[in-house]
């Protein structure tokens, strides 16, 4: 039933650690995003896919690396981890033949960095 | 940065209805005026878009002002479980991956 999971809901970690979040849609959907809520609450785009294509990278650190092995998954490598990388990761997709071009978002992963 | 201004809180009457203004006053031709919301510890949620006409679907209504630099959502008949952020949008419609700027977003309490 589910449309958009993340695993893990929540990852705790100690920086300088590498870690992964992986992203899966069931809805057919051809482009999927990953979005960076911080503590103030404001949600930002990092990264969008279309059919596993890089189409949108905004300015963030090199040590984020998306990974799109199909146009079901979208994956989010973290390397070398900071205190500043501490937040809640949305994952969503979205059907670029769809008018409304309605994102549709994950749960959410919350990532704690010690 | 976001190009929309939202009140930060407002208060609701469950049952009444929400009524959610939004500027946009330097909205371009090409963009249309999207809401989402996010209720607590979840992901956001769309509720409706509009380019200029007002439109209606089964969550919510959408006013866009004749000039489009401000709109309003309404939820004809707020309940409990409208409690969220209700963030308005502003975005061109492209080919393949919208880029959605969240602003602080409009945080609406409705109250028994």
């Known amino acids: 039933d589910t449309a958009v999971s993340q695993t893990p809901k929540y990852l705790v970690t100690q920086m300088g650690n590498d870690k992964s979040i992986k992203c899966e849609q069931n809805?057919?959907?051809?482009?999927m995003y990953w979005y960076k809520q911080d503590s103030k609450k404001f949600l930002k785009i990092m990264f969008s896919?279309?059919?596993?294509?890089?189409?949108i990278n905004e300015t963030v650190p090199n040590r984020f690396s998306p990974k799109s092995p199909d146009k079901a998954h979208l994956n989010l490598h973290i390397n070398s981890l900071e205190l500043g990388d501490s937040a809640v990761y949305f994952c969503?997709?979205?059907?670029?033949?769809?008018?409304?071009?309605?994102?549709?978002f994950g749960p959410g992963t919350r990532l704690t960095v010690l | 940065d976001a190009k929309t201004t939202q009140p930060t809180s407002m208060d609701c009457a469950e049952g009444r209805a929400a009524n959610l203004p939004c500027n946009h006053s330097?909205?371009?031709?090409?963009?249309?005026v999207y809401w989402y919301r996010q209720i607590h510890s979840q992901g956001p949620q769309y509720i409706i878009h509009?380019?200029?006409n007002n439109e209606t679907n089964e969550m919510a209504s959408l006013i866009i002002t004749e000039d489009r630099k401000s709109s309003t959502l309404i939820l004809p008949h707020a309940t409990l479980r409208d409690t969220a952020v209700y963030y308005c949008?502003?975005?061109?419609?492209?080919?393949?991956?919208?880029?959605?700027?969240f602003g602080g977003g409009t945080r609406v309490l409705v109250k028994p």
């Open positions: 969503a997709s979205s059907q670029s033949s769809r008018v409304r071009r309605e994102q549709f």
């Open positions: 809805l057919g959907h051809d482009t």
């Open positions: 896919y279309n059919n596993k294509e890089l189409i």
């Open positions: 330097t909205i371009s031709g090409n963009e249309y």
């Open positions: 509009g380019l200029k």
């Open positions: 949008i502003v975005s061109v419609i492209k080919a393949a991956g919208n880029k959605l700027t």
